[in-house]
């Protein structure tokens, strides 16, 4: 598979260090690389899967290992992503964003959402683990949505009311990117990956998603922006045609009600 320059330089230059490392018992790469999106502008995923005797120790000194790979500018743990065993780095000399997780081979096994590409191992290894145990990424669940949408509105309808616009703003953000884009790309037979490549991936779409970002920081245009994510998230909603759904619809009218309160206010 194709690589762009920078993270294939930045490759070739780990790979030999890593298989030096007796601590190691494998290396892969997941992310972008799996679905032939990576361009020049792409992360690197990469998995390192530690001997379970050296796992503790290699945790503790990641930002020592990871320095030893590259010219390291920055790099910071996970626990904001909640995933602790990351270290998020940024690498000069080629300027590459790579992502650096740090596994037990029992982890590898379990605690994955794709099959990566392995691209050193020991004894076969990772690549028995992967076969074992396929993984699919990980399908949408309607029903955990629709339980939390109304809930979630009332929220947003409540920052409104107090004028925390911004946190308003912020919040459509989020309603777009969990729930959405999600549906919309499941729609179109695609993985629900947020708002990932949207524009590219569900283009006749993207007319709706822009009715969700205000134009600016006014009461009004947010609540007509939250007003329009309402109606779309109904539409896509509607549109699964799962019988089995169901709909929480005094939440629903509760929550729009109170929203419609909110907006008469502002007039």
Not at 136 to 162: C, M, S
Not at 168 to 175: N, R, T, V
Not at 178 to 197: D, E, H, S, T
């Amino acid at each position: 598979m194709s690589i762009p320059e920078p993270q294939r330089l930045f490759l070739e230059q780990i790979l030999g260090k890593l298989n030096q490392d007796d601590r190691l018992l494998g290396v892969a790469i997941a992310g972008s690389y799996l679905t032939g999106e990576m361009d020049e502008y792409s992360d690197l995923d990469l998995i390192i899967v530690v001997d379970d005797v050296y796992y503790e120790q290699v945790l503790n000194e990641r930002q020592l290992f990871a320095n030893r790979l590259g010219s390291l500018l920055a790099a910071f743990t996970g626990e904001h992503v909640g995933e602790p065993r990351l270290l998020i780095c940024l690498y000069d000399n080629p300027l590459v964003h790579v992502d650096l997780k740090f596994l037990l081979l029992q982890d590898f096994k379990t605690d994955r959402i794709e099959n990566p590409v392995v691209l050193w191992e020991r004894g076969k290894l990772l690549s028995s683990a992967i076969l074992d145990n396929p993984r699919n990424y990980p399908p949408l669940d309607p029903q955990w949505i629709e339980d939390r949408f109304w809930v979630w509105i009332h929220y947003g309808a409540t920052k409104l009311g107090r004028g925390e616009l911004f946190e308003a703003i912020d919040f459509l953000s989020f309603l777009r990117g969990q729930v959405l884009a999600p549906l919309a790309k499941v729609q179109a037979g695609l993985l629900p990956r947020g708002v990932r490549n949207l524009e590219r991936e569900i283009p006749l779409l993207v007319p709706d998603f822009c009715q969700t970002l205000p134009a600016k920081d006014d009461r009004l245009e947010i609540a007509q922006a939250l007003q329009h994510t309402i109606h779309f998230y109904r539409q896509l909603r509607d549109a699964l045609n799962k019988p089995e759904l169901v709909v929480r619809s005094q939440a629903e009218a509760a929550s729009t009600q109170y929203l419609q309160t909110i907006i008469d206010g502002f007039k």
